[in-house]
């Protein structure tokens, strides 16, 4: 649930760090953000940060950009990240569908972490599986594309399998429990945290084109 009302939080955003301002500006040359030419991975809805910040530390070599549409939401990671310094992991604040405007082809990885599922069919194409959102996917990669998702909904993750291979995506990994399973080392989100805790089935899958 989208956190509202947290005092000060443009001000928040706008003086962080962490933040990239003007993420247009840097389209085709992310490298000079990070000085370096490190693989760069984004999380598309990063939520309140926690599995980002954590991928960041936990791979210094790998550069990471978590993105936010809201500022409610965006401002509890620059909280948490106020307390720590690190150097790979850089925050963007904007709408998914920008996706294509901000980025071009410097991308090795995409992470779709409890998506929000647009249940309802007519806002199919909103969902960050569908073909709408692919085609922009095409544009950021750098070399062969690679989505991880992970997700609570069954819906939204058996729809997201057919588009994906509709779209020539090829399935590397899959799982209908990620807990039972255990196929590689989960990094959790907060939702998650409250899902597994409640008994809920976590869905993941990896996906790649050659």
Known sequence: MRL???KGAKNIIDGSEYIINKPNEFKGKYNLVFNNDNPIEIEIGMGKGNFIIEKAIKNPNINYIG????DSVIVRA?????????NNLKLIRMDALDIDLVFNHEIDKIYLNFSDPWPKSRH???RLTSKKFL???ESIFKNKPCIIQKTDN???FE???ISYVENNYKID?????????????NIQTEYEKRFVSLGEKIYMIKVSRH
């Open 67 to 70: 993105i936010e549409k809201f």
């Open 78 to 86: 620059i909280q948490k990240l106020d307390e720590i310094n690190i």
């Open 124 to 126: 199919a194409d909103r």
């Open 154 to 156: 069954r819906k939204l």
């Open 173 to 185: 990994e899959i799982s209908l429990d990620l807990y039972k399973d255990e196929l590689f080392d």
């Open 4 to 6: 509202k009302n947290v």
């Open 159 to 161: 729809y997201s399998i």
């Open 135 to 137: 085609d922009k996917y």
